[in-house]
C-alpha cells in the first residue's frame, strides 16, 4: 500500500507517480518536544506527519519564540526545500510524540528530473498553498483582535477538535502566549478576548483544553 496515496501535497499523481515517490520515502520518530530541524540549518530534507503534532517557530528580535503555523497528521513541513537548497526558514519542534515520512531533497531531485511531471504538479499544488497563505495574511492584517481570536479558535477546532455532543473540545498544548504569537497579537489581548467569549458562554476554558459550545457564533465574530 502507498505510503503517501492519502497526502493532501501528492493528490495531483497518478498511482504510478505515487509508487515513484513511496521508493525515496523512509520513516521516523520523533519524542515530544524534539526538534525535527532548527531555524538556519541546512534544508535538505522535507517531511510530513504520518500522525502526531509539530509546531513551527521563528526566533523574532526581541529573542521571543513565535508559532508560525500548527500541523497534524498527513500536513507536509518545510516543503519549499523540495525545490530549493536553502536552509530552514524556521524551527519545527514537536508537540506530541510524532512519526513523520522524510524525503530527501537531492533524491527527489534527482527524480524530478527522470519524471518532469511529478515536478509540475507539485509545483501546481504549492502554488495553491501559496496563494491560500497569502489570503490569510489578507486577512489577518485586517481583522480586529476578537476577529483574530475568533479565526483561531475556528482553525483550531477544524483541524483539531473532538467534537462531544453538541461541543468541540481542543486538548491541544498551547499557553495563551503560544496563541497570540499565531495571531500577531498579546498573551493579554488574547486573555481579554477570551475572558469575553467565556462570559458569553460560548467557550469554557481550563489550563490545557478549550471547550467550544457555540461554534457558530464565534463564526459571527469573524
Known amino acids: 500500500m502507498s505510503v503517501v496515496k492519502e497526502i493532501p501535497f501528492f493528490s495531483l499523481l497518478t498511482e504510478e507517480e505515487l509508487n515513484l515517490i513511496d521508493e525515496i520515502a ?5 519524542k515530544k518536544g524534539e526538534y525535527i530541524f532548527f531555524e538556519g540549518e541546512a534544508g535538505d530534507k522535507f517531511f510530513i506527519i ?28 518545510a516543503e519549499i526545500v523540495a525545490f530549493d537548497k536553502g536552509n530552514y526558514p524556521a524551527s519545527a519542534i514537536t508537540m506530541t510524540d510524532t512519526e513523520v515520512i522524510v524525503f530527501d531533497q537531492s533524491e527527489l531531485e534527482s527524480l524530478i528530473l527522470n519524471h518532469p511531471s511529478i ?9 495553491g498553498r501559496l496563494r491560500r497563505a ?12 476578537s476577529a483574530r481570536v475568533a479565526g ?3 482553525f483550531l477546532a477544524e483541524k483539531y477538535g473532538k467534537k462531544n455532543k453538541d461541543r468541540v473540545i481542543l486538548d491541544i498544548s498551547l499557553t495563551q502566549q503560544e496563541l497570540a504569537s499565531m495571531i500577531g497579537s498579546s498573551r493579554e ?12 458562554d460560548l467557550i469554557k476554558t481550563s489550563r ?3 471547550i467550544i459550545y457555540k461554534l457558530d457564533q464565534i463564526k459571527l465574530y469573524t
Open 189 to 200: 489581548t488574547v486573555s481579554r478576548v477570551l475572558g469575553q467569549f467565556e462570559s458569553e
Open 152 to 154: 483561531l479558535l475556528i
Open 208 to 210: 490545557k483544553k478549550i
Open 26 to 30: 523512509s520513516e521516523t520518530e520523533f
Open 119 to 127: 515536478g509540475v504538479k507539485l509545483l501546481r499544488e504549492m502554488s
Open 134 to 145: 497569502q489570503q490569510n495574511v489578507r486577512d489577518l492584517a485586517l481583522k480586529d483582535s
Open 50 to 77: 504520518k500522525n502526531g503534532q509539530v509546531k513551527l517557530t521563528k526566533m523574532i528580535k526581541n529573542g521571543d519564540e513565535q508559532i508560525l503555523n500548527i500541523f497534524s497528521d498527513h500536513d507536509i513541513i
